[in-house]
């Protein structure tokens, strides 16, 4: 699943925070769910935008998720600059340039026949079920 803010709808992929109720404050286990999801937020915006310091083909990647196949190719992508990122500190390599190739694919899309989308907080509400229980809240 995909971590979110509140802006964004609940689905099966998507976690977003919960939104304040108008005029209203969130009950303090929703207050804390929010805050921890904020966190870990943060700490992945960060990660995302060291990988993209390094491998700035993921700037650029074009790719548009709409079926398994473009999700396998994409995270594969995503994975290989990750993998060689980490190599790369392990080895104390400092400054290391990207060769620039255009990444293309001859591969037909014919197995991406449909987006995923719609809305579904079924997700959302399951991993607040269990940060709730772990951290003795009242769900």
Not at 86 to 110: A, G, Q, R
């Amino acid at each position: 699943y995909l971590l979110a803010d509140s802006a964004n709808t609940a689905s099966n992929i998507v976690v977003p925070a919960f939104k304040r109720p108008n005029g209203r404050s969130l009950p303090t286990n929703k207050q804390k769910f929010n805050f921890e999801s904020s966190h870990q937020r943060v700490a992945i915006k960060h990660t995302i935008s060291m990988l993209k310091n390094r491998w700035q083909s993921l700037k650029i990647l074009s790719l548009h998720v709409n079926g398994a196949k473009s999700a396998r190719r994409v995270n594969c992508w995503i994975r290989a600059c990750a993998v060689l990122h980490n190599y790369l500190i392990e080895k104390n390599d400092v400054v290391w340039d990207e060769l620039t190739h255009p990444w293309t694919s001859d591969e037909p899309d014919d197995e991406d026949n449909g987006l995923v989308s719609g809305k579904d907080p079924a997700r959302r509400d399951l991993i607040f079920s269990r940060f709730c229980r772990r951290h003795g809240l009242v769900n």
